[in-house]
T-cell receptor, first 113, second 113 residues
Framework: GAGVSQSPSNKVTEKGKDVELRCDPI?????LYWYRQSLGQGLEFLIY????????KSGLPSDRFSAERTGGSVSTLTIQRTQQEDSAVYLC???????????FGPGTRLTVT | AQSVTQLDSQVPVFEEAPVELRCNYS??????LFWYVQYPNQGLQLLLK??????LVESINGFEAEFNKSQTSFHLRKPSVHISDTAEYFC???????????FGTGTRLKVLA
């Protein structure tokens, strides 16, 4: 694929349910990032993967949030027991890992009712 | 800690008028600076970047930004805007060679006919 893809594009879920958001980075990109963009807010860093190194999870807001990256490629962000304040657009980005520029996916809009 | 300030949350401007979107950062070390644009319901796209060298950087669609180290600024300018430039613009900074971006809260540019 030419760019970063994310699925689903939209997700509506009930409070308390678990959700999984998927990200397919650009082929060959070793670094992968997750961000959260809430209404009227900037981008909030969530987690970073680089190659086989331990991920930087410093931005995850609570232990309900987790992410994994399988085979150094596809990543899944999981939110357990969703709350209304989790409603946001979740953006994934990938890069060559040297910190120079990131390429973003279109995002997943999560709505918790 | 690093921070990025975008002083204007919204900027309305008439078509063909010039525009400046302001960005200031706080850092005492060398930085990489970026402007990203987000069109409605899309992910972020890199508009331009400063890594080193010439302090004036340009994009292919007429935007330019100047790195001013003494004022710790990286303001984005365009001499004549189009309706299609209506979008949200994010300034971001990272320490040279590191992966963690710090984003500003964004400036919503609205071009009026």
């Amino acid at each position: 694929g030419a760019g970063v893809s994310q699925s689903p594009s939209n997700k509506v879920t009930e409070k308390g349910k678990d959700v999984e958001l998927r990200c397919d980075p650009i082929s060959g990109h070793t670094a992968l990032y997750w961000y959260r963009q809430s209404l009227g807010q900037g981008l909030e860093f969530l987690i970073y993967f680089q190659g086989n190194s331990a991920p930087d999870k410093s931005g995850l807001p609570s232990d309900r949030f987790s992410a994994e990256r399988t085979g150094g490629s596809v990543s899944t962000l999981t939110i357990q027991r969703t709350q209304q304040e989790d409603s946001a657009v979740y953006l994934c980005a990938s890069s060559l890992g040297d910190g120079r520029e990131q390429y973003f996916g279109p995002g997943t809009r999560l709505t918790v009712t | 800690a690093q921070s990025v300030t975008q002083l204007d949350s919204q900027v309305p401007v008439f078509e063909e008028a010039p525009v400046e979107l302001r960005c200031n950062y706080s850092s005492s070390v060398s930085v990489y600076l970026f402007w990203y644009v987000q069109y409605p319901n899309q992910g972020l796209q890199l508009l331009l970047k400063y890594l080193s060298g010439s302090t004036l950087v340009e994009s292919i669609n007429g935007f330019e930004a100047e790195f001013n180290k003494s004022q710790t600024s990286f303001h984005l300018r365009k001499p004549s805007v189009h309706i299609s430039d209506t979008a949200e613009y994010f300034c971001a900074v990272t320490k040279g060679g590191t992966y963690k971006y710090i984003f500003g809260t964004g400036t919503r540019l609205k071009v009026l006919a």
